[in-house]
């Protein structure tokens, strides 16, 4: 039911800063949470941050106090603020949409690379 397209990946050095955005091609509003999942090479796909559809947030303790979700729902755009950047936190970005229903599970997207360098 809905299309997810991640951009403003990017290379940055170490402690710089990069702003993600998930552009959904339909009402976020009505999905169950969305969110952020980054997956590293040789790595599982992890959490990094969630929003509910009521407004609550989410954080993997590795990127508490360092980034930021936030949404518009006007504009039907996620976003992730990345502040302090780390070399561990290189990886591949996904957006993410969860359904309330679970016939209907998650959507992702296609990702987009980030990576640090020192």
């Known amino acids: 039911q809905v299309q997810l397209v991640e951009s403003g990946g990017g290379s940055v050095q170490a402690g710089g800063s990069l702003r993600l955005s998930c552009a959904a091609s339909?009402?976020?509003?009505?999905?169950?949470?969305v969110g952020w999942y980054r997956q590293a090479p040789g790595k599982q796909r992890e959490l990094v941050a969630t929003?509910?559809?009521?407004?609550?947030?989410n954080y993997a303790d590795s990127v508490k106090d360092r980034f930021t979700i936030s949404k518009n729902n006007a504009k039907n755009t996620l976003y992730l603020q990345m502040n302090s950047l780390k070399l561990e936190d290189t990886g591949v970005y996904y957006c993410?949409?969860?359904?309330?229903?679970?016939?209907?599970?998650?959507?992702w997207g296609q990702g987009t690379q980030v990576t640090i360098s020192s």
């Open positions: 929003i509910t559809s009521g407004g609550s947030t």
């Open positions: 339909r009402s976020i509003f009505r999905f169950k949470a």
């Open positions: 993410n949409a969860e359904s309330y229903s679970d016939s209907v599970g998650n959507y």
